[in-house]
């Protein structure tokens, strides 16, 4: 070795352990490494190698090597680890290195080899060649020996670094693109963290919100189930036996917004506690369920007006049947006929109602089986429409199908059914009465078929929604008109059966259009 390295030998230990706590870039502590071997050994050309994810060696750091020969160096050095393992026999490791220096530069006259290991653990390579030979003495490799532990620390130090690095990002993007808010409070109940989800459904942004109280930001209008501060004055997060992880708290209620509008809400608080058991911080997860509540609440609603619908038409036929079975009466042919005639009326209805039940729920097993045929949409229309007149005096009906409207191909009877629906809820939703138009258009692919009213419409949040299970518009009109949501849920299963299409487009106060398309 060249006579003033044992000069430098502790300058260069010195540096590597500087470098061992203070630079945490891997990048640069490989240079460092390099830097420091290279002028401690006099090499010309030197690398490091790192060990990757799969066993193998990549190369990470150069000196003197043109970037160009760095994919054969790299094949080299898996040609060597691979035969060589990590017993490393000495004889065909020189070879391999000096074949591997030969290939750099013809005038590489040593090359010396040291292992990074850390523990059993192999952490990467270090490989110097220089321009001349000399014979080491049992100090230097003892000296270099202590470098290469150093240095190997060093680097993995860094690996670590990078890899918690890395799960952090990680942990920033979970929270960052979480679906659910998601906020960290300090014991005080201090907010620490604040993601996208809890900005939107707050109204508050994240920098407004760090730091503040979270009941500053957590307001609520209505609190349902358990309260933060109630739970943490009865001792919450209780810790009982010593190391079980604690319980979570979950309260739910009405959030009061920045911008006054509220949304339903449901928290979910989780405790982190330091070893001696003192509360250190409280992550809370807060989830939107404004949809599970209007689910629970149209399942509500749907019960009630089925009940309503089927009580109905059962205590018509009763009474009718009642009064026409007293045996202290005469009743007149007139009489029993009208009564007779509710009651089949009334029976009618009662199995249109269970029918559309029946075929809504077995909607959400299977798929619909259709009787397909082909069929005259205009004259069906048409068909529909005069059964429809004897049933209202306040609207008029006009039939709008241009000349040679195609034939359809497609379920006549479930049709129909789509059609009774559209017109029924034209008449059930244009209380004031006004024309209905039933049409079709046609382009090369489609035949579209419309059913227009003058009636109260329908508002534009609630457009899509028309078309959902059990879905009916909160309104006073929609209060007192019988219904049960499902008419038009089944029509948009029928229609898509066919492979088409419904939609509609509407104004409150104006009326509505709904469009079925079938292709053609
Ligand atoms: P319903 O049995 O309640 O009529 P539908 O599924 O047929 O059920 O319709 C769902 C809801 O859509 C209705 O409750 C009503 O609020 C609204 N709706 C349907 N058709 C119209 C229409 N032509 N005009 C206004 N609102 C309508």
């Given at each position: 070795m060249l006579p003033d390295f044992r000069v430098r030998q502790r300058d260069f230990l010195l540096e590597i352990s500087r470098a061992m706590t203070a630079q945490l870039d891997l990048g640069e502590v490989l240079r460092l490494v390099l830097n420091a071997s290279m002028v401690m050994l006099a090499g010309q050309v030197g690398l490091v190698a790192l060990r990757d994810a799969e066993d193998g060696y990549s190369i990470r750091a150069t000196l003197?090597?043109?970037?160009?020969r760095l994919d054969d160096l790299n094949v080299r050095l898996a040609e060597l680890v691979s035969s060589?393992?990590?017993?490393?026999d000495r004889e065909f490791l020189n070879t391999k290195l000096n074949q591997m220096a030969v290939s750099l530069d013809r005038t590489l006259r040593q090359s010396l080899f040291l292992p990074l290991v850390i523990g059993e653990e192999p952490v990467g390579l270090l490989i110097i060649f220089r321009s001349y030979w000399i014979q080491a003495t049992d100090n230097d490799v003892q000296i270099l020996q202590s470098f290469a532990d150093q240095a190997a620390i060093a680097v993995h130090n860094a690996q670590l670094y990078a890899r918690i690095n890395q799960e952090r990002k990680q942990l920033v993007a979970i929270l960052e693109y979480s679906a659910d808010g998601v906020m960290i409070l300090d014991r005080?109940?201090?907010?620490?963290g604040f993601n996208r989800a809890l900005e939107r459904m707050t109204g508050w942004t994240m920098q407004e919100a760090l730091?503040?109280?979270q009941d500053a930001v957590i307001t609520w209008k209505k609190l349902e189930k358990s309260d933060l501060h109630q739970a943490m004055a009865e001792?919450?997060?209780?810790?009982?036996?010593?190391d079980a992880p604690t319980e979570t708290l979950y309260v739910e209620g009405d959030l009061l917004r920045r911008d006054g509008m509220t949304l339903s809400i449901g928290i979910t608080y989780a405790a982190l506690l330091a070893d001696d058991g003192t509360l250190t911080t409280i992550i809370a997860n807060v989830r939107d369920i404004t949809h599970f509540r209007r689910a629970q609440e149209m399942q509500n609603v749907f019960i009630s007006t089925v009940s309503h619908e089927l009580k109905t038409p059962v205590a018509l036929i009763k009474g009718y049947a009642g009064t026409l079975r007293r045996e202290d009466a005469t009743w007149d042919p007139a009489v029993i006929r009208d009564g007779l005639t509710v009651i089949e009326e009334e029976s009618d209805r009662l199995t249109a109602l269970i029918e559309n039940l029946l075929a809504a729920s077995k909607l959400r097993a299977e798929r619909m089986r259709l009787d397909v045929s082909d069929f005259q949409m205009d004259r069906l229309a048409a068909d529909v429409v005069e059964r429809f007149?004897?049933?209202?005096?306040k609207h008029q009906f006009i039939l709008q199908f241009p000349k040679g409207f195609p034939i359809i191909q497609g379920d006549e009877v479930r049709l129909r059914q789509v059609l009774d629906n559209l017109v029924g809820n034209a008449i059930k939703y244009s209380p004031g009465g006004g024309t209905i138009t039933v049409g079709g258009e046609v382009d090369e692919r489609h035949a579209t078929v419309f059913v227009r009213d003058k009636g109260i419409g329908i508002p534009e949040d609630e457009q899509e929604h028309v078309?959902?299970?059990?879905y009916r518009v909160d309104s006073a009109i929609s209060k007192k008109t019988k219904g049960t949501g499902l008419g038009l849920y089944l029509a948009k299963a029928i229609v898509e059966a066919h492979g088409g299409s419904i939609h509609v487009k509407s104004k409150p106060g104006a009326g509505s259009t709904f469009y079925f398309t079938i292709p053609l």
């Amino acid at each position: 070795m060249l006579p003033d390295f044992r000069v430098r030998q502790r300058d260069f230990l010195l540096e590597i352990s500087r470098a061992m706590t203070a630079q945490l870039d891997l990048g640069e502590v490989l240079r460092l490494v390099l830097n420091a071997s290279m002028v401690m050994l006099a090499g010309q050309v030197g690398l490091v190698a790192l060990r990757d994810a799969e066993d193998g060696y990549s190369i990470r750091a150069t000196l003197g090597v043109e970037s160009d020969r760095l994919d054969d160096l790299n094949v080299r050095l898996a040609e060597l680890v691979s035969s060589t393992g990590w017993g490393f026999d000495r004889e065909f490791l020189n070879t391999k290195l000096n074949q591997m220096a030969v290939s750099l530069d013809r005038t590489l006259r040593q090359s010396l080899f040291l292992p990074l290991v850390i523990g059993e653990e192999p952490v990467g390579l270090l490989i110097i060649f220089r321009s001349y030979w000399i014979q080491a003495t049992d100090n230097d490799v003892q000296i270099l020996q202590s470098f290469a532990d150093q240095a190997a620390i060093a680097v993995h130090n860094a690996q670590l670094y990078a890899r918690i690095n890395q799960e952090r990002k990680q942990l920033v993007a979970i929270l960052e693109y979480s679906a659910d808010g998601v906020m960290i409070l300090d014991r005080q109940l201090r907010i620490l963290g604040f993601n996208r989800a809890l900005e939107r459904m707050t109204g508050w942004t994240m920098q407004e919100a760090l730091g503040q109280d979270q009941d500053a930001v957590i307001t609520w209008k209505k609190l349902e189930k358990s309260d933060l501060h109630q739970a943490m004055a009865e001792g919450w997060p209780f810790r009982t036996p010593k190391d079980a992880p604690t319980e979570t708290l979950y309260v739910e209620g009405d959030l009061l917004r920045r911008d006054g509008m509220t949304l339903s809400i449901g928290i979910t608080y989780a405790a982190l506690l330091a070893d001696d058991g003192t509360l250190t911080t409280i992550i809370a997860n807060v989830r939107d369920i404004t949809h599970f509540r209007r689910a629970q609440e149209m399942q509500n609603v749907f019960i009630s007006t089925v009940s309503h619908e089927l009580k109905t038409p059962v205590a018509l036929i009763k009474g009718y049947a009642g009064t026409l079975r007293r045996e202290d009466a005469t009743w007149d042919p007139a009489v029993i006929r009208d009564g007779l005639t509710v009651i089949e009326e009334e029976s009618d209805r009662l199995t249109a109602l269970i029918e559309n039940l029946l075929a809504a729920s077995k909607l959400r097993a299977e798929r619909m089986r259709l009787d397909v045929s082909d069929f005259q949409m205009d004259r069906l229309a048409a068909d529909v429409v005069e059964r429809f007149k004897t049933q209202t005096t306040k609207h008029q009906f006009i039939l709008q199908f241009p000349k040679g409207f195609p034939i359809i191909q497609g379920d006549e009877v479930r049709l129909r059914q789509v059609l009774d629906n559209l017109v029924g809820n034209a008449i059930k939703y244009s209380p004031g009465g006004g024309t209905i138009t039933v049409g079709g258009e046609v382009d090369e692919r489609h035949a579209t078929v419309f059913v227009r009213d003058k009636g109260i419409g329908i508002p534009e949040d609630e457009q899509e929604h028309v078309f959902d299970r059990f879905y009916r518009v909160d309104s006073a009109i929609s209060k007192k008109t019988k219904g049960t949501g499902l008419g038009l849920y089944l029509a948009k299963a029928i229609v898509e059966a066919h492979g088409g299409s419904i939609h509609v487009k509407s104004k409150p106060g104006a009326g509505s259009t709904f469009y079925f398309t079938i292709p053609l």
